[in-house]
């Protein structure tokens, strides 16, 4: 017999109703939430819609199965149906646009935390975005966020987080699960909540800061959470250089701060890093 995708008792749909009735009220962030059982990209799609003047800031889109997920540097994301959380938000930011590349930046530290919280996993993040598990299996990528411009006053905020993906389905060895890394939750409605819920308190602290960093006490937190600071890493660079020292810091920019053997700091906006080693010391 052919197995049925969706036959997979362990990944239950979600609740749309629910998940509507618990994020979509009158005071919150969240205006408008679909729950689509596949699309090729949530961003894309969401993007498309809020072009057509199909979706409102606030608008949250996820899917049960994305068919061309897309992920940052050009890459892909790719994840079975059902198993983990795959949405997009659209948001209309109140701070001028040179803050808005904290977005990608506040999205992790709402997810990273919500994940802690709701799911009991020891999270981190790994910079710029990655949200990572960082228990006993060592850290392993579980989730990714893609943030793009839609016209001059929008962005579409992309999360991904693996939940309940098995060692047979990793898509490179690096990645991993909340399941893999031994969480005590994961029910994807009451995480989505929890992540959602996260995003929107944070966005409403920055907003309230006119996007300062500091003053939100997001860089701060970022900082806190992210394992790459300390670390000796090997950045390449978007035209293909590659530069290694210790991430010493992020910038009011959210720029890492890369100190070279021979103490040039060279501050990093974007780019692939690789966790070579603990800084001397450690
Ligand atoms: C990365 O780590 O490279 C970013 C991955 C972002 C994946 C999410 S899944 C939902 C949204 N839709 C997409 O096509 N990508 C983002």
Not at 80 to 85: I, M, V, W
Not at 104 to 113: H, T
Not at 155 to 167: E, H
Not at 176 to 197: C, E, F, I
Request: hydrophobic share 40%; with cysteine.
């Amino acid at each position: 017999m052919t197995p049925n995708r969706w036959s997979d008792l362990d990944r239950p749909p979600l609740n749309e109703t629910a998940l509507r009735r618990a994020l979509v009220t009158g005071d919150s962030l969240w205006t408008q939430l679909e729950v689509a059982e596949s699309i090729g990209s949530t961003n894309t799609e969401l993007a498309e819609r809020a072009r057509r003047g199909d979706a409102a800031p606030g608008a949250v889109l996820i899917a049960e199965e994305q068919t061309a997920g897309k992920g940052r540097l050009d890459r892909s994301w790719t994840a079975p149906p059902r198993s983990g959380l795959f949405f997009s938000v659209l948001l209309s930011p109140e701070p001028p646009p040179q803050r808005w590349g904290w977005l990608p930046l506040l999205a992790g530290v709402a997810a990273a935390g919500a994940l802690a919280r709701a799911a009991g996993a020891d999270t981190g993040l790994k910079w710029p975005n990655d949200v990572l598990t960082t228990g006993e299996g060592g850290e392993r990528k579980i989730g990714g966020i893609l943030a793009e411009r839609v016209g001059a006053d929008s962005v579409v905020l992309g999360i991904g987080l693996n939940v309940t993906l098995r060692q047979d389905e990793l898509p490179v060895p690096t990645a991993g699960s909340l399941a893999l890394a031994g969480a005590r939750g994961t029910d994807r409605d009451p995480l989505l909540r929890a992540v959602l819920r996260a995003l929107a308190d944070w966005y409403a602290r920055w907003t309230a800061a006119d996007g300062d960093p500091t003053a939100s006490t997001l860089l701060e937190t970022y900082a806190a959470g992210c394992v790459t600071l300390g670390r000796t890493v090997r950045a390449t660079l978007p035209g293909g250089d590659e530069l290694v020292g210790e991430a010493v810091a992020v910038d009011g920019d959210g720029r890492l701060i890369i100190a070279s053997e021979q103490g040039v700091q060279h501050p990093v906006a974007a780019g692939d890093i690789v966790h070579l080693r603990p800084a001397t010391g450690e």
